[in-house]
Structure formats: structure tokens, C-alpha cells
């Protein structure tokens, strides 16, 4: 195992845009080997960020994962690195989630070729930085579709396999730091939200399925999505929290095994928050702070 340096501040001050394949399949973890064995878990947008580091994680820790996406090659480079680093077998399932008959193609593959499946993590999400007067119609609709609407067709259809099957369920839906507003990306703070209070609600309506649902809300993350941002808005997203860092792929996708292993047990409902304590004090501009707000954290 690698040691992690994830705490350096001085050695994350430029970020590297995403964690390497080796990285994944050597960094430390606090959770024992084969603690997911037997556990069948979907990973949407698994080809690559925090999906991709899912995926790595918890074939370690010996899931059998599937991951779908919209573009075959990315996640069949990421099951075959998986297969190579870590000699675990990954599934994969090219499909958009915004299509509720993919969506539905793609459960009926996984409860035909498992037989099961214990956890969905909902991940597949995009979003673009914009001021919010310069959104076009069809710029907001495809943002409102893909991190509010396919989350939701995907949890409709895990949920309906699951009572089909009379068998527990497990959703975990990625969103955002949301609970302060997130400006010049207010689609994708509307859509997260949406997906959050989506969740509180059906975690209520479906506990008596015995299905539970959670949400993790990364704050300003090191993945290959920093890529889309301005460089000056990259630079100051270090100093958008109070620990003056970024979190990185591995610190969400260990949450995520929180939630999939029994330390979640008599957790439903909940949000958590990894941001370094943005929603305290601090705020991401996506595309450059305004000079109105100059002076400001």
C-alpha cells in the first residue's frame, strides 16, 4: 500500500485533475480486505472521477461492481484496469441514464445476470459553469435532466426490481454542496437539491420496502471535472473552505462504503458533507469571483 498523503496541503496546491489508475488500486484504506464480498453494486458514470474511483474501491474490497456510462471505450478501460490492479471482474453497461427504457434495459441486465443487486450509486451527473442569465433553454433542461431526472429514473427502477424481488435495497445519490447556493452553476444546485429532498422523501415512502437512501455531497473535489473551470476559478477553490483544500476521488468514494457496508445500518434519510467546511464558511465560484465580491472567501 501506498502511504496517503492526502492531508499534505503543500502537495495538493495544484491539482493533478484526478487520481491515476495505480493510484486507485494501491492507496490505503481504513476499511479490511473483503468486506463487500457478495455484494452485487451499480455505479453510474463509473467511467470515470468519483465513479471510477468507486469502482476501484469497492472491487477491492470484493464487491462484484457494474458501472455504466455513456461511452463503452471509458468504461472498459476502467473494468480493464480493474481486472489488471486488482484482479477483480467488472461488468459494464454502455447507457444514458436521462433514457428511462436504457434505464430499465440496464436493471433487467443486472438482476439477470446477478440475480441481485444490494447498493445503486447514483454518480453520473454534468453540469457547466454559466451565470445563471446566460443559461440557454436547452442548456438548463440538459443539466435538470441528467442530475435530476436520470437520478430519479434510475432509483424508480432499482426500487421497483427490489419489491419485485421482495429483497432490500440501497441507494446512495452524489450531489452537491448546495445548502448555501452554489453561484454561476445554479442548474446543477437546483437539480442537486432537488435529488436530495428527493431522497428524505423516499426514504420515508420506501422504508417499509426496507430501502434506504443517502446522500453524499462533495465540496470542491480534485477530478478530471476541474478541467472544465477557468484556471483562476481552480486556483481559488483552495481557498473556497476553511482548510484551504480539496478533497479528492478517495474521500467520497470511502463514504460511499459507509453507506454500502453494516456501519449504515440505521442510517436513512441523510445527507453527508465533505467540503472542508464550505457550508460553514466559504463559497465556489465557478467561473471567477465577481469583482463585486472581491475581498470576500
Known sequence: MTPDTSNDSQSRRV?????????????????CDGLLSGKVILVSGGGSGMGKAMAFLFSRLGAQVVICGRT??????????????VRADVATFPMTIRDPDEVEALFEFVFSKFGKLDCL????????????????????????????NGPWWMMQAAARQWKRHKAPGNIINIVANVQRGIPQTAHTCAARAG????????????????????????????????????????????????????????????????????????????????????????????SGVPDYYKGYL
Open 15 to 31: 491539482p493533478q485533475c484526478g487520481l491515476t489508475d495505480d493510484e486507485l488500486a494501491e492507496r490505503s484504506t481504513v476499511y
Open 195 to 286: 435529488v436530495i429532498y428527493l431522497s428524505k422523501t423516499l426514504s420515508t415512502e420506501w422504508a417499509p420496502l426496507n430501502i434506504q437512501i443517502n446522500c453524499i455531497a462533495p465540496g470542491a473535489t480534485d477530478t478530471e471535472g476541474l478541467k472544465v473551470y477557468p484556471r483562476e476559478a481552480i486556483e481559488r477553490f483552495y481557498e473556497a473552505n476553511p482548510m484551504k483544500s480539496l478533497g479528492d476521488a478517495w474521500d467520497i468514494a470511502q463514504a460511499a462504503v459507509y453507506f454500502v457496508a453494516p456501519t449504515a445500518r440505521f442510517i436513512t434519510g441523510e445527507l453527508l458533507t465533505l467540503d472542508g467546511g464550505q457550508q460553514q464558511l466559504g463559497v465556489v465560484w465557478a
Open 121 to 148: 450509486v447514483n454518480c453520473a451527473g454534468g453540469q457547466f459553469p454559466q451565470d445563471a442569465l446566460d443559461f440557454s433553454r436547452n442548456g438548463w433542461l440538459s443539466v435538470l435532466d441528467t442530475n435530476l
Open 72 to 85: 463503452k471505450d471509458k468504461l472498459e478501460t476502467v473494468a480493464a484496469s480493474i481486472a489488471k490492479r
